[in-house]
């Protein structure tokens, strides 16, 4: 038998998903800086104040979404890695980078208001909190993990920084990515630029004219990207 509060908890989620449902739809339409709160209980038929029980501000349902579309793009990459994994548990290291990589652009592809959200341009007036930080690594960590195996068990091809990039290094090195070689941390963290950077310009629709074949264009691109920080094709 449903308990009372086993009813109402699932009541919660429902509405709460509800909510979110709505949110982006006006997402897609409208754009975060016209995100409502108001509109959203109104096509929810909903009052505002009874909203207001489930999300407090503009700025909560905004960091649930985006919590959400964080969450949602890790468990893509994670789930590529996997795969890759179980398909050829001896699997360079740099075909599951690709992997990795191949599966945020479909997951932007796919989802592109929710990219939009958390790689597209700042919601005026908004900052996020600390809560998102752990849910926008994940893409980081599997990358990461894949180049922290390679060089530990492989080895990887690195490429020095100049002298005065050094300090720099260094501190990136000991903060972000321990254990890792300071020239590594840095080429990490372009490659994390330039993978967002080419998922932005596809989605955007900055290679309209440019780049027909996107497909194999991002793929030997996310291979350059491999490269870049040290893996080595067989």
Do not use: N
Not at 17 to 28: H, P, S
Not at 126 to 135: E, G, L, R
Request: glycine share 8%; proline share 6%.
């Amino acid at each position: 038998m449903t308990t009372p509060q086993g009813a109402r908890a699932r009541a919660r989620s429902e509405i709460t998903a509800a909510i979110k449902g709505e949110a982006r739809r006006q997402l897609a339409a409208e754009g975060a800086a016209k995100l409502s709160l108001r509109a959203v209980a109104r096509e929810l038929g909903m009052v505002s104040s009874a909203l207001y029980r489930y999300f407090p501000s503009r700025d909560d349902l905004l960091t649930a979404l985006i919590i959400d579309a964080y969450d949602s793009l890790g468990e893509a990459a994670e789930a590529a890695h996997a795969a890759a994994v179980d398909a050829d548990a001896d699997a360079a290291p740099a075909r599951r980078w690709v992997a990795v990589c191949e599966a945020v652009r479909g997951w932007a592809l796919a989802h592109p208001h929710e990219y939009a959200l958390i790689y597209g341009s700042p919601v005026p007036g908004y900052s996020a909190p600390d809560t998102t930080i752990q849910p926008a690594a994940r893409v980081a960590f599997v990358l990461i993990g894949i180049v922290r195996e390679a060089f530990e068990r492989r080895g990887l091809a690195r490429t020095p920084v100049p002298a005065e990039l050094a300090p720099e290094a260094r501190r990136m090195a000991d903060e972000l990515m321990p254990g890792l070689p300071p020239e590594v941390v840095v080429a990490m963290t372009a490659a994390w630029a330039q993978l967002f950077g080419l998922v932005g310009f596809e989605l955007f629709g900055q290679f309209k004219g440019v780049v027909e074949d996107r497909e194999r264009f991002f793929r030997h691109a996310a291979g350059q990207l491999a490269h870049g920080v040290g893996l080595v094709f067989p």
